[in-house]
């Protein structure tokens, strides 16, 4: 394919040739016709016209249409008959358009009869020179006068022609006047509602002020606009006036008040196509049924079956009736009027010179440096106002005539005048300096710098129309001042609100934006500027009608809820939210507006304070909001700090504070458990201002619920604060008779805790009314107690629980010190006797008994810890009566107890433990069977053997687990008392600690203490572990290891049975196999013994690895350990390549060739565990390890000592074995070459597992190594054997490769037919060397095989070729990895005829058929490229000689073979010698080694 070069120098050429040149012609009729093709607008003509004269500075315009004259008209004198005449019967026959603009200019003369030619003026609307061509849609040959001159257009054939003349002296006049007659003579009188309401939108923004219609001699519509004074304004300080990508700017604002007054005759509202039904009844039933419209008419069509509503028929009457009227008077006038606000900025542009030319270049005009664009809008009040004046019959037609006036359904854009693109907003945007497409009808988005200026003027509208919503607003806010004002307020009430609300919702919904149509892009840049305006991006905010007036939108929330308690918060009224959705929703999306969130309510919290009434409803708001999930109690507690309410009066005097600080609140009334009559901390919400709300609500708000301590401690506290003055719980009966009720009722429920803190709290003080006054708790008695007259008695307390009284320590019973003085005075006493003595603290026990349920705990503790009772003297000691014991040191009398010689309490009679006596006696201490610490203390003093002892245990094991002994830590006991076996030759008094014996008598071989057997069953009971732990047991093993192979089938033997507590892997298991444990014994050294590590050890058959490695057999159940900790049946890979790497010669020595090859093969099947450590691999590639054998070939040495011997004789050769590194040999995988050179080469066993092994190990395969030259004679005159044989040679391909796999076939058969050629020539000679080595070899050839690249491939042959070595220099094209029975199946297809072939079972017919239809699809894909070439031919043959020189051109291929060379010339292949002669006349197929020659380089290898 051609450069772009080769076509800009043929593109030189010609157009420096001398050949005749030519001009474009053009079809002026076809292309004005294409032209109005993109006019698809229905009043195109006039509104070009109508532009047209708004550039030339008209101020008004005089439309006229002429039709033909009525032959059936009675008179001449127009009449309302004449006129329902002429639009229903005539024809159209000339369209005058005038205009009072600047008359025509030379220029604008030139620039009429020529299309495509602009006017370059930047502040004209004209731009492209082809809106005036729009006059030939209707009109064959126009007239334009202006002036004093005129122009006349005229066709000829297809050509279009004009002749221009001075008007004469006298006929001159000042305004411009186009002429149109019409082509056809059926065009009929068009719709003047519909033209009306085209010429009323074009008045909107041009600069005409009056458009006058006429219909013959009827002045059909009048028109007139005027303007009001422009009041300039600055552009708003939030407005950023600068255009996105900075190409414009808003340099001033103004805004300006505009009316239309319309007149029309009602002809214009009246619907011919209605009345002309009415016409064709007679004179009688017309007037009867003049009401009866097109609808009545319809409805006997569908036979009267009414499928319109109630308010379409109501509409329909009322058309009708209207029609009527008009019917009857078409001349008569009707008058309207609209009002209109006109938002005009001024703009700046700043283009750069590269962008104003190509816009220069895309509207033949530069780019306007200052521009205006106008927002034509129409408030509440003016639409309200226009219409409202109407007069005339046809009236109500008025907002059909200003339907598009007046933006109330949808806006467009103006360029000059409307084209059919929307704004998507109720707005009219007038940019007379956006770039239109050429029938006017849209905005070009698509031209590449148009559209990016188009952008910018659309980005600047919708900048525009923020700058006109913000005058609105501000509109809005001065009228709510002004009646401030009047009124004066300082605050916007409900009423203001409503007053503005109308207007305010009708702005909003002027500035929604919707999709506009048909360019939706159009409205996306204009509303996508509206929104993001703003000088500061992160401050951006737009004004909005608010509850508290015209605000900023940053100020402004939306209430998603009733918030009664924050008044303040200005909020989108409900009325706008419900009117005004879509304007909010934007507002929400540009992030200009947002919903109430918790700071603001906090700020409005903050700055007022609130009644009981507003918290009250402030906390039902924030429950149900932390209910909802919609905040959290920090949330709500960040809201009340700060946010303060009064007391209402009526509860000033109870509160303990006229103010309630919310910030402050953490806890809420519980009235189940305080009553709400009663104080409260300030910290805690009164209960008349949570009354309505659950207590899960109160907790969600992170308050807690008042608690009874800390409100009775705040009681105690405040000294009364809330009962009155004076009135304090330790000094008024009264309150404490409040209080402590309260307490008594929850005291039930009270934690511990809680409990002790209220006795700590009432404790101290005179909180308990009594008789004689008010008592601390201890110094009072409860009513019940009557031992004393004068004691101090409760009274007033009714209510309180004897239960909460008696914790406070109010006294059921007499002190302890008084009873004990009474009661022992006769056990201290001389007289006493005996058994008084001895039973003196029974009676203790039986009256305490008695009142047990009212002795005060610290008298229960005193009684613990004071020696009252006696203990049963023990046996062969003297009693003594006199001692007195803590209960807690005394058991229960029991014989096994006794037996244990423990002290026992003295107990006349019979005890029995669930007495009340042994009850309350254990309560206080006594201990019914002695703990774990006792009977240590006992097994470790008692004697070994003795009774004591086994006393001891005994107990202990029938009682472990009926007295708990079980749960009790034993193996953590620090003290021997554990009867143990000794080792042999010590004494048999042994004790030990739990942790110091075992279980397992085995453990002793380690010595390991072993528990009695009486006592190994119970050992758990004792805490005593049935074996050692196994780290500790394998350390012992590891430093004294087993001397022979008994001891070690004893040891071995024991860890064995612990195989589980090993694991296959770990410390441990690491540990011993790596230690040296294992004795091997030396039987050539008696006695002799060493050690060796599990893991270096093997416990298979020692047959083949017995010489260098350690074999042993410790028996079944001792290999198990070994084999755990790291011992295998037989060496490892690792292990093997490790040996071979370290001592290959000594293996060698010692296994022998044949079983050092067994090594390698192990090696060989594990290389793909080995590859993965790449030490061993590559130690393994480096050292000498591998096992290599050298031919030694038995030859006679010659008279020049060079070797020379026949290929085909048997030879005699000796192998030489020995070890080299991978890298020092090579792999036969080229037997004929190994062949040539054996006796120097140090092979690799010929062994294909061997074999992989070395060649991953990087040994070289000797097929790398060979470099071969070729040299040939000339090319033989006669190729048909060459031919044959290439034929041959595919055919039986296909044979050969039909049993091959895909993924072993380099080229099919196909391949081979398309690009290799076979060629004879006289002799063949091939110089062989080995890369590295010394050598060479030259021998004869038959067949050699050639290639240039990839894609070709030539086989040349002798005359008297071998096939066998055709075969061989065939087979690298055909499979990637040839083998030697491939080139010997090759070469008997090649040598056997089909039917011997068949013979043989090929089913030669079946593959040739397959091949061949291969062959026939890929010889038509052939022929469709050299046909594709063919046909390309010529251009080649046109570039050669655009080229210039016969040296550049490509030479064509001949379609025959050429001619043979003369025999001067041989055909050579690189590398062959440059010889003209073979170099030897023999023909045998002898070959001979040879010294390298320096001068021959070698070729590429042909294999």
Wanted: proline share 6%.
């Amino acid at each position: 394919m051609s450069s772009s070069t080769d076509y800009a120098r043929l593109r030189q050429q010609t157009l420096l040739s001398l050949d005749e040149e030519e001009a474009v012609t053009v079809n002026t009729r076809a292309l004005i016709d294409k032209v109005l093709a993109r006019y698809s607008g229905e009043w195109t003509t006039l509104r070009e016209l109508l532009q047209n004269a708004a550039d030339a500075r008209a101020t008004e315009v005089t439309i006229r249409f002429e039709t033909t004259a009525s032959t059936s008209s009675s008179s001449l004198s127009p009449c309302p008959r004449d006129l329902k005449h002429v639009l229903t019967h005539s024809t159209l026959k000339t369209l005058l358009v005038t205009n009072n603009g600047d008359p025509f200019k030379e220029t604008d003369w030139q620039r009429l009869k020529r299309i495509a030619e602009g006017n370059p003026d930047e502040t004209k609307i004209g731009a492209f020179g082809v809106g005036f061509y729009s006059v030939f849609a209707d009109c064959e040959s126009p007239f334009v006068t202006s002036g004093d001159q005129s122009m006349a257009f005229y066709w000829k054939k297809d050509s279009l022609f004009t002749r221009r003349v001075k008007a004469p002296t006298g006929q001159a006049g000042k305004d411009t006047t186009f002429v149109l007659d019409y082509r056809s003579s059926s065009t009929p009188v068009p719709s003047l509602l519909s033209l009306c309401q085209f010429l009323a939108t074009s008045l909107t923004f041009v600069g005409l002020e009056s458009i006058k219609l006429y219909l013959d001699e009827w002045n059909v519509l009048k028109l007139i606009k005027k303007m009001a004074p422009g009041v300039e304004v600055s552009v708003p300080k939030d407005v950023n006036p600068k255009t996105k990508d900075g190409l414009m700017k808003i340099t001033g604002v103004e805004y300006q008040n505009a009316q239309i007054d319309a007149q029309w005759m009602n002809v214009v509202g009246w619907n011919r196509q209605l009345i002309s039904a009415s016409d064709t009844l007679p004179p009688a039933q017309s007037a009867d049924n003049a009401a009866t419209s097109l609808r009545g008419w319809f409805s006997k069509i569908t036979g009267g079956v009414n499928l319109a509503s109630a308010a379409t028929k109501r509409a329909q009457e009322e058309e009708d009736l209207l029609q009527l009227a008009i019917s009857e008077d078409l001349t008569g006038i009707s008058n309207a009027t609209v009002f209109l606000r006109m938002s005009t900025v001024s703009v700046q542009t700043s283009v750069s010179k590269s962008l104003a030319a190509e816009l220069e270049r895309a509207t033949k005009k530069p780019p306007p440096k200052h521009t205006r664009i106008a927002i034509l809008t129409s408030s509440h009040d003016e639409t309200s106002a226009s219409l409202s004046t109407i007069t005339g019959a046809g009236a109500r037609k008025a907002s059909e005539i200003f339907a598009s006036v007046l933006p109330n359904k949808n806006g467009k854009i103006f360029i000059g005048f409307p084209t059919a693109q929307t704004t998507g907003l109720l707005a009219h945007i007038s940019a007379p300096s956006v770039i239109p497409t050429v029938e006017r009808e849209s905005i070009d988005l698509n031209a590449r710098y148009v559209r990016d200026w188009n952008i910018e003027m659309l980005r600047v509208a919708g900048i525009a129309c923020r700058i006109a919503y913000t005058g609105d607003m501000q509109e809005l806010s001065a009228r709510i001042q002004r009646q401030m004002s009047v009124d004066k307020r300082t605050k916007v009430n409900a009423a203001d609100i409503a007053a503005v609300m109308p207007a305010a919702i009708h702005a909003f919904k002027q500035y929604t934006y919707d999709e506009s149509t048909p360019n939706a892009r159009v409205g996306q840049y204009i509303e996508e500027a509206f929104w993001t305006c703003n000088k500061q991006a992160w401050q951006a905010s737009i004004e909005v009608l608010s509850t508290r007036g015209i605000l900023p939108s940053q100020q402004v929330r939306v209430a998603t809820e009733d918030l009664s308690f924050v008044e303040g918060i200005p909020v989108v009224p409900e009325e706008i939210m419900q009117r005004a959705p879509d304007f909010l929703a934007k507002l929400r999306d540009y992030g200009l507006l947002s919903d109430i969130t918790t700071s603001d309510i906090k700020k409005e919290l903050e700055a007022q304070a609130l009644t009981e009434k507003q918290v009250a409803e402030l906390l039902k708001w924030a429950c149900g909001k932390v209910s909802r999930q919609e905040m959290d109690a920090s949330a709500v507690q960040t809201l009340f700090d700060g946010t303060v309410a009064g007391v209402d009066e009526q509860f000033v005097g109870l509160s303990s504070s006229p103010v309630i600080q919310l910030g402050q609140i953490q806890a809420y009334v519980n009235t189940s458990k305080i009553p709400a009559e009663l104080p409260t901390p300030p910290q805690t919400m009164p209960f008349r201002l949570t009354k309505g709300l659950s207590l899960t609500q109160l907790s969600s708000l992170g308050w807690e619920e008042l608690q009874l301590v800390p409100w009775l401690r705040w009681i105690i506290e405040s000294r009364g604060q809330g009962f009155g003055a004076g009135q304090t719980i330790d000094s008024t009966p009264a309150v404490a008779s409040q209080v402590l009720p309260v307490i008594s009722k929850a005291w039930e429920s009270l934690s511990q805790s809680s409990k002790q803190t209220v006795v700590e709290l009432l404790v101290p003080l005179t909180v308990i009314p009594t008789k004689s006054g008010m008592r601390r708790p201890p110094q009072a008695y409860f009513a019940s107690v009557k031992v004393f007259d004068d004691l101090p008695t409760i009274i007033g307390l009714q209510a309180v629980k004897e239960k909460f009284l008696f914790a406070l320590g109010v006294r059921k019973t007499v002190e302890l010190n008084v009873v004990f003085d009474r009661l022992m005075a006769k056990s201290t006493g001389k007289a006493a006797d005996d058994e008084g003595k001895s039973s003196s603290h029974v009676d203790l026990i039986k009256y305490l008994v008695s009142v047990k349920d009212d002795i005060p705990a610290e008298d229960i503790k005193r009684l613990r810890d004071t020696p009252i009772c006696s203990a049963e003297p023990r046996s062969g000691d003297q009693p003594n009566k006199s001692r007195l014991y803590r209960l807690c040191d005394l058991y229960e009398p029991n014989d096994p107890i006794r037996r244990l010689g423990l002290p026992i309490l003295h107990w006349p009679g019979l005890f029995r433990q669930q007495s009340p006596e042994g009850r309350f006696l254990k309560t206080l201490g006594l201990r019914p069977y002695p703990d774990v610490p006792a009977l240590v203390d006992i097994l470790n003093r008692a004697p070994m053997g003795s009774d004591l002892q086994q006393a001891a245990l005994q107990y202990f094991v029938v009682n472990c687990f009926h007295h708990g002994y079980n749960k009790y830590p034993m193996a953590t006991i620090d003290r021997a008392f554990l009867p143990v076996l000794p080792f042999p030759g010590e004494k048999s008094n042994l004790i030990a600690k739990p942790n110091q014996c075992y279980a397992d008598t085995k453990a002793a071989i380690l010595r390991f203490r072993v528990l009695r057997e009486d006592l190994q069953s119970q050992h758990a009971m004792f805490g005593v572990a049935m074996h050692p732990p196994i780290d500790i047991a394998a350390e012992r093993l590891v430093k004294a290891p087993p001397l022979d192979i008994s001891q070690a089938k004893t040891l071995f033997g024991y860890f064995a049975g612990r195989l589980n507590e090993i694991g296959p892997s770990g410390n441990l298991a690491e540990r011993l196999g790596t230690a040296p444990i294992v004795p091997i014994i030396n039987h050539e050294k008696q006695g002799s013994v060493r050690f060796v590590a599990p893991r270096s050890v093997y416990l298979g058959d020692a047959t083949n690895y017995g010489d260098i490695l350690d074999f042993v057999d410790f028996g079944a159940e001792a290999n198990t350990f070994l084999l755990r900790v790291g011992s295998t049946h037989e060496p490892s890979a690792t292990e093997i390549a490790q040996l071979l790497i370290k001592q290959p010669g000594r293996l060698l020595q010692t296994l022998g060739t044949e079983k050092y090859l067994s090594l390698l093969r192990r090696v060989a099947e594990n290389a793909v565990v080995l590859k993965k450590d790449k030490a061993i691999w590559s130690q393994l590639r480096s050292a000498p390890c591998l096992l290599a054998v050298k031919e030694v070939v038995k030859v006679s040495p010659t008279n020049d000592n060079e070797k020379l011997r026949d290929l085909d004789d048997e030879e005699t050769t000796i192998k030489e074995y020995s070890l080299c590194s991978a890298p020092t040999m090579v792999i036969v995988d080229d037997f004929a070459t190994y062949r040539l050179f054996q006796s120097d080469l140090v092979a690799a066993p010929q062994e294909e597992t061997l074999e992989g092994l070395y060649a991953a190990l990087e040994t070289p395969y000797l097929s790398k190594l060979v470099q071969d030259e070729q040299r040939m004679g000339q090319l033989l005159r006669d190729q048909s054997t060459a031919q044959r044989l290439e034929k041959l040679i595919v055919e039986r391909c296909r044979l050969f490769l039909h049993d091959q796999t895909e993924d072993q076939i380099r080229h099919d058969a196909r391949w081979l037919e398309q690009n290799m050629k076979v060629k004879a020539t006289e002799f063949l000679q091939v110089t062989r060397r080995l890369k590295g080595y010394k050598m060479q070899f030259m021998e004869k050839r038959s067949a050699a095989l050639h290639r240039e690249s990839k894609r070709d491939a030539t086989l040349f042959v002798t005359s008297r070729c071998d096939l066998y070595e055709v075969s061989r220099a065939l087979m690298p094209l055909l499979l990637k990895r040839p083998r030697q029975q491939d080139y010997l199946a090759l070469e008997i297809l090649m040598e056997s005829d089909l039917g011997r072939l068949k013979r043989k079972g090929y089913n030669v017919d079946r593959i040739l058929r397959a091949k061949a239809a291969e062959t026939r699809i890929a010889e038509s894909e052939r022929q469709k490229r050299d046909q594709e070439q063919s046909r390309s031919e010529p251009e080649t043959r046109a570039m050669a000689l655009s080229n210039g020189t016969n040296g550049q051109q490509q030479q064509q291929l001949p379609l025959t073979a050429p001619p043979t060379p003369p025999p001067s010339q041989q055909a050579r292949i690189p590398g062959a010698f440059n010889e003209t002669t073979p170099p030897s006349s023999n023909t045998d197929n002898n070959s001979q080694m040879t010294r390298p020659t320096p001068s021959l380089k070698p070729s590429k290898s042909l294999f």
